[in-house]
């Protein structure tokens, strides 16, 4: 793997050459503009300056990475025939370059291209090649090549995933059907990709309780938007025509496609979104390849652009559902949260079947602290997924906490309740309700067992320790409390609730000194408005002197 990868990522290693224009305000600010992945303001930077020095490849070869960051392939196509030209091609050139001559149908020059090339990773110089070669014809060296990838570890799915493909792009359908059959007969992970055309495939060859069964296996038993369309298909008989399968040109882009998908867990999103734009050139009608640009868009902050392919689908595409859940993340992270409840809102209607629509939405009204509309939602999911027999216990763990935030707790305690039902020893749901209960003076020794055995299920969540430690402070077990507050304070150290919680078990021990320390570590932290006051007059006047103003003893004893 590392030997087929080994030139994979040395684009990103591009600095700019230090020359006359390094003191040039328009090169300084490209250079800035690149670093924050702000490729339209970089490309217009980095144009200036290579206008000032037309032949610095390390500028040309940056102006290139800006260009296809925004999706202006063609626009790069024309710089990297300078590089030609020049006879200074890098890997990004050569990469433009045989994305090119893939679109004009250059087969045969590209297969010379590719073994002349130096500087193309060898993942992608072999598949481009054994693509060119079935379509070709020349089906012994094709399957050769994919031999020798399939032989890399990890690799095997992979390369058989590809023979399939070229198959079928170069109409040898029943030969794919059989590739794709051996991918999936296994327990592997297939892509999605690679079910979705495996069952058109079926559909075609009109094999429709065989498509269903395939379905079934991987995706079900409940289905997306796209998926439950190609389900129905089976289900109603209903054939996929021939001409829908993409031919060598078009469907090639998959080689793009998948080497983003192999390497998106490694490489820079930058060279990631490279390899996507360029599946994007060869078949603009590619969701996957297109939301997954959106998606690296989004990791590397270019929200605008990242929406501007979102909406690249309509409204009555089966991917449109995907689409729609990317751009309301987009707008959520950029820090539109309501435009992101809006396209919600709107999705929830169009798909009112589709319980994670009414999620989704749920945890951003949740997030708005908007509970009341949150806890509807939730409920809408839970209801479609109660129909089907298939509610988890996280619905009803969120929902549970919107409930308690709205005051409703007879509710928010039967949902946390019929969470610990589906998952007995989920730390989460134990922690919250056990906490919640020992707030409540209720039910204490169940509550305190709850969090004891969170702490045993998840013993470095510092969350899940401070509240044992404060359910032994509640309890009056002040001894007790102490290690498991420090042992809170040491996970979380910048927390100001556990420095304050610190804080009260030492001045409930005698540790007065060290509790003062503690709150004031806690005011350095941020704490809330109302702790603030609250921490300020423990300094002031002591715990023991708040608590009486509160109406409580010192020497707690819950009953």
Not at 329 to 356: C, D, F, M
Not at 438 to 447: F, G, P
Request: charged content about 25%; cysteine-free; overall charge negative.
């Amino acid at each position: 793997m590392k030997k087929i990868f080994k030139i994979l990522f040395l684009v990103l290693s591009v600095s700019f050459t230090e020359s006359a224009l390094a003191s040039s305000g328009a090169y300084l600010a490209g250079r800035q503009a690149f670093s924050d992945h702000n490729f339209v303001a970089a490309s217009k930077l980095q144009a200036k300056s290579v206008s000032v020095d037309p032949s610095n490849s390390k500028l040309l070869e940056s102006l290139m990475i800006s260009i296809i960051a925004q999706g202006s392939v063609g626009k790069a196509t024309t710089i990297a025939e300078t590089h030609k030209i020049d006879g200074n091609l890098s890997q990004i050139s050569q990469m433009i370059l045989s994305a090119a001559m893939i679109k004009e149908g250059q087969n045969k020059t590209l297969l010379n291209f590719l073994n002349n090339s130096d500087e193309i990773t060898p993942i992608l110089k072999d598949l481009l090649s054994a693509w060119i070669l079935m379509g070709l014809e020349d089906e012994v060296n094709a399957n050769r090549i994919f031999a020798k990838i399939a032989q890399v570890q990890g690799m095997g799915q992979f390369a058989n995933f590809h023979r399939a493909m070229s198959q079928l792009a170069a109409g040898k359908i029943e030969q794919a059907e059989r590739t794709f059959s051996l991918i999936h007969k296994d327990q592997g992970n297939p892509t999605r990709r690679s079910v979705i055309f495996h069952t058109k495939i079926l559909l075609f060859q009109g094999r429709f309780a065989e498509a269903q069964t395939l379905l079934e296996k991987w995706f079900g038993p409940t289905f997306d938007p796209e998926i439950e369309e190609l389900f129905l298909n089976a289900t109603n008989e209903k054939s996929y025509p021939k001409n829908s399968f993409f031919k060598t040109k078009i469907a090639i882009a998959d080689v793009f496609h998948s080497i983003a998908n192999l390497i998106s867990k490694e490489a820079d999103p930058t060279f990631t979104l490279i390899y996507s734009r360029l599946a994007q050139y060869l078949n603009a009608d590619h969701t996957d390849a297109t939301l997954m640009s959106a998606d690296l868009l989004v990791e590397l902050g270019q929200f605008d652009l990242a929406i501007k392919e979102y909406e690249k689908l309509s409204s009555s595409h089966p991917q449109f559902f995907a689409s729609e859940l990317g751009r309301a993340e987009a707008l959520r992270v950029s820090g539109n949260e309501k435009s992101a409840i809006k396209v919600l809102t709107k999705l929830t209607q169009q798909y009112p079947s589709s319980a994670n629509g009414f999620r989704i939405l749920g945890n951003h009204y949740r997030r708005l602290e908007a509970y009341d509309q949150a806890e509807i939602s939730y409920g809408e999911a839970i209801e479609l997924l109660e129909q089907k027999g298939e509610a988890g216990w996280f619905l009803y763990y969120v929902r549970g906490i919107t409930r308690e935030r709205l005051d409703i707790w007879d509710l928010a305690e039967k949902d946390f309740r019929k969470a610990l039902l589906l998952n007995p020893n989920q730390p989460q749901v134990l922690n919250y309700l056990g906490y919640s209960l020992i707030e409540k003076n209720d039910k204490l020794d169940e509550a305190l067992d709850m969090i004891e055995r969170a702490v045993k299920e998840s013993p470095d969540s510092g969350y899940i320790v401070d509240s044992l430690g404060w359910g032994y402070y509640k309890l009056g077990q002040y001894e007790k409390a102490v290690p498991n507050l420090e042992r809170a304070a040491e996970l979380m150290p910048i927390d100001p609730i556990v420095n304050d919680h610190l804080g009260d078990v030492y001045w409930m021990v005698g540790r007065k000194t060290e509790a003062e320390f503690q709150w004031r570590r806690a005011l350095s932290f941020d704490p809330e408005e109302e702790e603030i006051e609250r921490i300020k007059k423990k300094l002031k006047v002591g715990l023991t002197q708040v608590l009486q103003d509160e109406s409580e003893d010192p020497e707690l004893s819950v009953k």
